[in-house]
C-alpha cells in the first residue's frame, strides 16, 4: 500500500540528498539534469485511464469465484479447500488508488488545477475520481474489514497509517458517492474514461447504483442507516435494465485482454462447480449453456466439478464443463455493475420493508425480482420470452414472500456468475446460498472463510496499527467476522 509506495524518483531524490548536503545552495542544480523536453503539467487523463484499467481486477478473481463456489479446481485444489489465509491489498493501493488521489489533489489544488483541465472539467475529474475511489475502497473493505482508509495514500507523509474501522469507511464512502454525484458540472467531460466515455449521467448512475448495494449490505449490522441511504440512492436513479449494466471492454489484444482467457490458454484449471451446475439443472435454468461448456468426451451432459476434493486423480479434464467459452473470449467483456444485481437489491428491499410506508410490498419486491431474471437471462444472452415464462413459474423460482430473501438470494447468486467476490459478500450477509465447505477443509475452523487475512507487510511494516487493527476487530483469521457480517 501507500507506505510500500515510493516512486523511482523518490529514490534518486534519497539518495543525491547526501551528495547535495555539502553544497551551499541547492538551487544552484535546479537546471541540472532537467530534460528540456519533458512536460510538467499533470496528464490526469492517463492516470484515469491506468485506474480504470484496474476494474476488472474486482470481478474477475478467481479465489473469489471458488469462495462463492461458482467453480472449483480442477487439479490443484488448495484455494477450493481455503488453504491461502493472507492476501495483499497493496497493488490497488499503489495502483488505482493512488492515481485516483493524484487526480483528486491535482484538480483540488488552486495552483495545479487551471494545469490539468485538458483532462476534463476540474469539477467532472473530481467526481469520477472520487466516485471510483469508493468503489475501489467498498471493494477492500468487503474483503478485509477494518483497513487502512483516512491516513492512506498519504506516501511519505505517514508511513504507518491506522486501519479505519469499517462502519466508518462505509460512512464516509456514502457521503463521498453523494457529494461526487452533485460535484458534476456543464465543463469538459472528463478525458480518458474507456469506462464510460466520460458521460456524466452513466457515472452518475453508476454512483447510485453503487451506492443501493451498499446500502443494502448494512442489512445485519445498521439497517436503520441502510434503509436511509438506500431509498435516498433508489430516489437518485439506479439502473434497470441489461442495455444500462456497466461492462467493461476488453480488447482482443494480450494487453487488455479477458483474465479468464489468459487462465485458460494453457491450462484448463477451472470448472463450473458442481454445486452451482446442481442447481442450475434442479430449476431447468436456460442460462446454463452460457454458464458452461459440455465436457469434450462426447457426454451430452453438462458435468460440474466436484468442489474442494483433496485428490482429482481420476477425473478427466474432457469429462467436466469449463467456464462458458463467450464468458473468456480475449475481448469478453465483464460486469461491473448488473442491472440484475440492482434488480436482486431492490426486490430484497422492498422485501424488508426499506420504502417509505416502512413495511414489505411484496407486489413490488416481486416485480424487482421478476425483473432481475428476466435482466440476468438478457446479460448472459439467453433470454427467451417462452422458455422465461415457463421458467419463473416453477415452484422453486415463483416469488412467495415467506420465502423472499432464500429466492432473490439464489437468483443474485446466479447472476452474479464469476464475480465472485460479490457473489462470496451476499452469501456471508444473507446465509444463501447454502454451502457446503467440501469434504476436506484446510481452513482455521473447517468453514468457508469469512474474510481474508491482511498482507503480512502490515505484520512487518506498520506493526502498532496492525496490532491495533486486532484489538478492535479480532484475530488475523479467516473466520473473523468483520462489521457488516456480525451475525
Known amino acids: ?221 445498521d439497517p436503520a442507516t441502510g434503509k436511509v441511504e438506500f431509498m435516498d440512492a433508489k430516489s437518485d436513479g439506479v439502473i434497470m435494465t441489461d442495455a444500462e449494466s456497466f461492462r467493461y471492454q476488453h480488447l482482443a489484444e494480450t494487453a487488455n485482454q479477458n483474465a479468464w482467457y489468459a487462465r485458460y490458454l494453457t491450462r484448463f484449471d477451472f470448472a463450473i462447480s458442481e454445486p452451482f451446475l446442481d442447481y442450475l439443472k434442479s430449476v431447468n435454468d436456460p442460462r446454463i449453456p452460457a454458464l458452461a461448456d459440455k465436457p469434450t468426451d462426447g457426454n451430452a451432459n453438462y458435468v460440474g466439478m466436484k468442489f474442494g476434493l483433496a485428490n482429482t486423480t481420476g477425473i478427466g479434464n474432457n469429462s467436466i464443463s469449463y467456464i462458458g467459452s463467450g464468458l473468456r473470449e480475449q475481448d469478453s467483456p465483464e460486469l461491473i455493475i448488473s442491472a440484475a444485481h440492482v434488480l436482486f437489491t431492490l426486490a430484497e428491499g422492498e422485501a424488508r420493508g426499506w420504502n417509505a410506508a416502512g413495511t414489505p410490498d411484496q407486489v413490488a419486491a416481486a416485480q424487482y425480482y421478476v425483473e432481475g431474471i428476466r435482466e440476468s437471462m438478457k446479460q448472459f444472452g439467453t433470454y427467451d420470452a417462452t422458455s422465461f415464462a415457463a421458467y419463473i413459474a416453477q415452484p422453486e423460482v415463483a416469488y412467495t414472500p415467506a420465502d423472499a430473501i432464500r429466492k432473490i438470494s439464489y437468483q443474485r447468486w446466479i447472476a452474479l456468475y464469476l464475480n465472485g467476490y460479490e457473489a462470496w459478500m451476499e452469501w456471508r450477509r444473507t446465509g444463501f446460498p447454502i454451502l457446503d465447505p467440501g469434504p476436506s477443509p484446510l481452513s482455521i475452523d473447517g468453514e468457508i472463510p469469512r474474510r481474508q487475512a491482511y498482507t503480512t507487510l502490515e505484520r512487518d511494516l506498520n506493526l502498532g496499527n496492525y496490532n491495533a487493527v486486532l484489538q478492535s476487530q479480532g484475530p488475523d483469521e479467516v473466520n473473523t467476522r468483520i462489521w457488516i457480517d456480525k451475525p
Open 1 to 221: 500500500m501507500k507506505r510500500q509506495i515510493i516512486t523511482f524518483a523518490t529514490l534518486i531524490a534519497v539518495v543525491m540528498g547526501v551528495g547535495f548536503s555539502g553544497c551551499t545552495k541547492l538551487t544552484d542544480f535546479e537546471d541540472t539534469n532537467v530534460n528540456p523536453y519533458a512536460s510538467t503539467i499533470p496528464v490526469t487523463q492517463n492516470l484515469l485511464t491506468g485506474a480504470l484499467r484496474w476494474l476488472p481486477a474486482t470481478v474477475n478473481s478467481d479465489v473469489g469465484a471458488i469462495y462463492a463456489q461458482h467453480i472449483g479446481e480442477v487439479q490443484y485444489t488448495d484455494a477450493s479447500r481455503f488453504l491461502g489465509i493472507n492476501f495483499a491489498y497493496d497493488d490497488f493501493y499503489r495502483g488505482p488508488l493512488l492515481n485516483l488521489q493524484k487526480i483528486i489533489d491535482f484538480n483540488s489544488n488552486p495552483e495545479t488545477a487551471p494545469t490539468v483541465v485538458g483532462g476534463g472539467s476540474n469539477a467532472n475529474q473530481l467526481a469520477v475520481a472520487r466516485i471510483l475511489k469508493a468503489y475501489f475502497f467498498f471493494h477492500i473493505t468487503n474483503r478485509w474489514g477494518d483497513v487502512p482508509y483516512s491516513e492512506a495514500l498519504q506516501q511519505s507523509d505517514n508511513l504507518t497509517p491506522k486501519f479505519d474501522r469499517q462502519q466508518d469507511i462505509y460512512t464516509d464512502l456514502f457521503k463521498e458517492l453523494k457529494e461526487a454525484v452533485d460535484q458534476f458540472d456543464s465543463g469538459a467531460p472528463v478525458e480518458g474514461d474507456i469506462f464510460l466515455n466520460g458521460n456524466p449521467d452513466r457515472w452518475k448512475k453508476f454512483a447510485n447504483s453503487l451506492r443501493l448495494i451498499m446500502a443494502l449490505r448494512l442489512s445485519k449490522a
